[in-house]
């Protein structure tokens, strides 16, 4: 089984830098691959520009920030734009049995974005959540006809559950931390 885990863009559409790698996927790709799985990690939202809002200085220009702001919703919502060509690419060249989204409040539309692209390329994709939106909302996740589990809390254990459940005894009721849908009704455990 492969899976890819995905940091989602939300620097990026909004030209900005960032640099930082997405240590939640990476710790639970080396708990994966520990166990046998292949893992691909794929920081969408790394930019190594130059340009920063803060112009150099210690304080943000709140100016830039609200023109950048109508350039993000811009390039969100048009999911012909570059970079969600480039999620596209990427999921089809990985070919992956399962995709991991890392959800940040503010990552919240991108996650749904790269949900709907992986359903329109394979639906047999299974597409997973988890991080700190997921946790505190995962509902907002779950009731999303193109995300198939949500992971509330700590990942780790979770996935590495979900992904044995799902190749053998599809027990889920017995994993704790999961949301799961049944004959579109959700569960929690």
């Known amino acids: 089984m492969k899976i890819l885990l995905i940091n989602p863009p939300w620097y990026r559409l909004q030209n900005l830098v960032s640099t930082y790698p997405p240590m939640g996927a990476l710790y639970i790709a080396g708990i994966l691959e520990k166990n046998g799985y292949e893992c691909v990690v794929w920081n969408a939202d790394y930019c190594d520009k130059s340009y920063s809002v803060t112009e150099g200085s210690s304080t943000i220009n709140m100016h830039n920030m609200s023109k950048l702001h109508k350039q993000y919703l811009d390039l969100l919502n048009n999911l012909n734009s570059p970079i969600w060509q480039e999620v596209k690419q990427v999921i089809k060249s990985q070919q992956p049995d399962v995709i991991g989204l890392l959800t940040y409040t503010s990552s919240l539309a991108s996650v749904k974005n790269i949900a709907q692209i992986s359903k329109q390329i394979n639906k047999n994709i299974i597409v ?3 991080g700190p939106h997921a946790t505190i909302a995962p509902l907002d996740l779950i009731e999303d006809k193109n995300v198939d589990y949500v992971i509330k809390g700590e990942g780790e254990t979770t996935t590495l ?3 044995n459940n799902i190749n053998n005894s599809k027990k889920f009721s017995e994993i ?5 849908k049944n004959c579109n009704e959700i569960f929690f455990t």
């Open 128 to 130: 997973i959540c988890g």
């Open 161 to 163: 559950n979900l992904l």
């Open 176 to 180: 704790k931390g999961l949301y799961y």
